[in-house]
């Protein structure tokens, strides 16, 4: 048998009010040294930060808390904080909110040990610090399952967008509370929720799958199914806010095994030529592209994800269930008439061609010829 490495995952801990537990999972972990809290500015008005400051100060933690940096942070964001990090000699980082509170927080608790900026680590060009403080995750969205995952992604100083990779970049905690997710708009939680179903489909049928991954991708696949159009049509309803942070988690472990494929190639490719949400812009990559991978099928993958999002055992079931999923939701298909016209297929492959992107095409089960690139930026760019 092919081998593998199934990586660890951490603690989940999950209810309504989960949030008021942070303070004696963090005093576990810092061991009663100061707590940095790095969260999300614009939670203000949702009093979850208060919410959070008061679990840990319930539990006897000083606390140091972190605002600023916005969605996409840059690494003089992370700079700055991992320098309050050492200079208030926090125990452990706790981050609050979407995808870029948590790569934040889990950067700064990777950097803190050393004094080297975050530029220094970019790509893996140097090994992380030994000794990462102690991290935990909460979030208030449910997509990119950083919660989950050894990446966080920075913007340098020149503007490009890098990752930061490690296994000291890993939550030791989680913290899934879906009362911290009802203020999410229908929008969001709809676009959200289809990035975290992408990586789910992409993890179980790329070139790395494996078995024991698969578990967690499937479980999150169904749990998408049953609980996202709930969520978007009720976004008070817990148990679909719990199922999607469930969904969320498992499809980031999903793809912290395995990666994903040429959807997040396309994805990536079109948000850096045009303002589109990345869980749209994978949505519509992989509704263009599900057709020509779904053909070659031969060890039954994608068959096993169509009947996980509720369809039979058939790998031609999964474009349509995937199309209807994401039309009932609201996300728009068709690009048309948003006034970015300048992106031609041609500059869409390009994109799709540099070195940045490389990774995601490569590890498409079927191989991605030079010419399937225009191919699949025509047909995501036309699609309606
Ligand atoms: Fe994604």
Redesign the pocket.
Known sequence: MTGFVLDRVPGITQGAGAIDRLGEIAARLSGGAPVMLVADPGLGPSGAIERAQAALRAAGLEVVLFTGFKSDPTAAQVDDAAALARSERVGAVAALGGGSALDVGKAVAALAPAAAPAEHYALCANPLPSGPLPKICAPTTS???SETTRTAVVTTASGAKVWLWGDEMKADAVVLDPTLCVGLPPHLTAATGI?AL??AIESCTNANAFEANDIYCHAAIRLVARHLPRAVERPEDLAARGGMQLAAAFAGIG?DNCG?AIA?NI?HALASLRPVH??RA?GLALLATLPWNVAADAEGRFAAAAEALGERREATRLPGAFDRLLRRVGVKVSLAGEGHDDVTPERLARQMAAPENAPMRRSNRRPVEDEDLLVFARAVLRQS
């Open positions: 997509g990119t399952g990035d992408v990586h793809i994903t997040h994805g990345h869980g994978v």
